[in-house]
């Protein structure tokens, strides 16, 4: 019999770890053997990734070794029953893999990553086990933890800015999956985030260049670069991520190739003096404004011109100006108006968003396109699009929840 981790193990049972869920499958070993005698072998890949079927031999114990591995992907599936009763995810989108050691880890896919940030679970720790006929798997489900600083249950208490609305949204969202004492936790965490926000905001204009070069560290700049080459110009997208200005200023402006290039579409800040100062603070790096009502004739000269817009997307739309698509699982009135420029130019639209690490620094990432939705139906075309393009944001959004802008009324469907 082959184990991998021990939940039974002393050590274990003296210091558990915080578990949420527990999934548990078994697979008979003839139902593996079957499927490797019937099917060809890049049918196989619907099923099990590369590095699974590698690990698994040509030996008399290769069935085992997958059926272990397929039994390990149910148990997974099964701590996400809404999910994979929807479809969202499936058993390929839990990789086994094993460490040094021996003993098997799960490697998530972006899908089921996002599966797992939205209930809270930072790892997945996995059980392996086979006899002669059967081969089982426990996946045990650890939740994050959500570290507060003491400046964050300070200014939750002193300096409570739109508290309820900030509990009633983490309510919303994360109220099926995380306790009232995690979610006040939750909240804390994102004033600690707010109030380091407004010290870099400060501090930011006094900085040097060589300070703003190594406060942030850009990811994936080569999707923006590939969606530029296409020569229809780039749409942006993005949302109140993280500190959006020293990714825009701090990021954005170390590349000499993009300068002059980037106009953000944004709504006027209140009070005037903060807006005119943001303003004056964007034109100063070398950005563009552009004001988000009547600016649609300006928009498609600028694509036209091979220049990149930047719409920030997460915020709520009015029903003159938007379409009503989930967002974290809620209904969200969503502007129809860049999934109509997508679909109308072919612009490709790159999500870019930012964070902060825990050692202070930042990181801007871009990700590879999102394609609009085709449909027969216009309508329809145009709120799956802009469902898609939210389903981006909500990726970013829940691998660091506590840096999104949570006193924001996101949803007044």
């Known amino acids: 019999m082959n184990a991998g981790t021990d939940t039974n193990s002393p050590a274990l049972a003296a210091n558990p770890p915080p578990s949420t869920r527990c999934g548990i499958d078994t697979v008979e070993i003839a139902r593996i053997e079957k499927l490797l005698r019937d099917t060809a072998p890049e049918d196989l890949r619907r099923f099990f990734s590369e590095q699974e079927i590698a690990d698994a031999g040509e030996g008399p114990g290769r069935a085992a070794s997958l ?14 029953p809404r999910e994979t009763a929807l479809g969202v995810i499936e058993p390929y989108d839990f990789s086994v893999r094993k ?30 086990t086979h006899t002669d006929s059967s081969a089982s798997a426990v996946a045990v489900a650890e939740t994050k933890r959500i570290e507060v600083p003491w400046f964050g249950k ?17 309510r919303r969202v994360f109220g099926d999956v995380l306790s009232e004492d995690n979610l006040l936790r939750l909240a804390q965490a994102y004033y600690a985030h707010f109030a380091r926000f407004m010290g870099e905001f400060f501090r930011l204009p006094w900085m040097s260049a060589k300070k703003k070069k190594a406060m942030i560290r850009i ?6 670069e590939r969606a530029y080459a296409q020569g229809k110009g780039v749409l942006l997208l993005t949302g109140h991520f993280g500190n959006w200005e020293v990714a825009t200023v701090a990021g954005i402006g170390q590349f000499a190739q993009f300068k002059g290039l ?24 070398g950005f563009g404004t552009i004001a988000k009502r009547g600016s649609l004739d300006t928009i498609l000269d600028l694509l036209a011109q091979q220049r990149i817009v930047v719409f ?11 379409v009503v ?59 799956l699009t802009a469902r898609a393009f939210n389903a981006a944001l909500e990726r970013a959004l829940l691998r660091h929840p506590e840096q999104w802008i949570w006193m924001h009324k996101r949803w007044k469907v």
């Open 67 to 80: 059926a272990a591995r397929f039994a390990a992907k149910e148990a997974c599936c099964k701590l996400f």
């Open 99 to 128: 460490d040094g050691y021996g003993a098997p880890s799960i490697e998530p896919s972006a899908a089921a990553r996002t599966a797992m940030d939205r209930a809270f679970i930072g790892e997945i720790r996995l059980s392996i």
């Open 154 to 170: 300070l200014f939750y208490h002193l300096l409570p800015i739109k508290r309820g609305t900030v509990m009633a949204n983490l």
């Open 219 to 224: 990811e994936n700049i080569e999707a923006i």
């Open 262 to 285: 980037f106009h953000f579409v944004r709504r006027p800040l209140k009070p005037a003096p903060l807006n005119a100062y943001v303003t004056w603070r964007f034109r100063r790096a």
């Open 312 to 322: 920030i997307y997460d915020q709520h739309a009015t029903a003159r100006e938007g």
């Open 325 to 383: 698509a989930d967002f974290l699982g809620q209904p969200a009135r969503t502007f129809r108006s860049l999934p109509i420029i997508a679909m109308d130019t072919g612009a490709p639209v790159i999500p870019a968003t930012s964070w902060r690490e825990p050692d202070g620094t930042h990181v801007l990432r871009f990700e590879d396109p999102v394609p609009v939705v085709e449909h027969e139906n216009t309508s329809e075309a145009i709120r």
